[in-house]
């Protein structure tokens, strides 16, 4: 409830409430960033950073496409029925 009443809908929509997608998309990454780092240093932050932003948007976009296909089905499903599309 800190964002901007404006933004809220979206943000659940992209259910940034629940950020396991995220993580799980996010993980991945950041160990391959790790692994190819030379040894004794670093990882690339500007990487991690790219792919951090990427990971967020493409979870993101991903609840979004899911609820829009789903929207039929949502509806009906004890679970689902109170998504933003679905409600």
């Not at 967020?56 to 949502?74: S, Y």
């Amino acid at each position: 409830n800190s964002l901007p009443s404006s933004i809220q809908p979206y943000a659940l929509l992209a259910r940034l409430d629940k950020p396991i997608g995220t993580w799980l998309l996010l993980w991945p990454c950041m160990w391959s960033i790790g692994i190819v780092a030379p040894i004794g240093s670093l990882p690339d932050l500007w990487m991690m950073t790219k792919f951090s932003i990427g990971a967020f948007v493409m979870r993101g976009a991903g609840c979004t496409i899911n609820d829009l296909w789903d929207i039929d089905i949502d509806g009906k499903v004890e679970r689902t029925k109170m998504r933003p599309l679905a409600a």
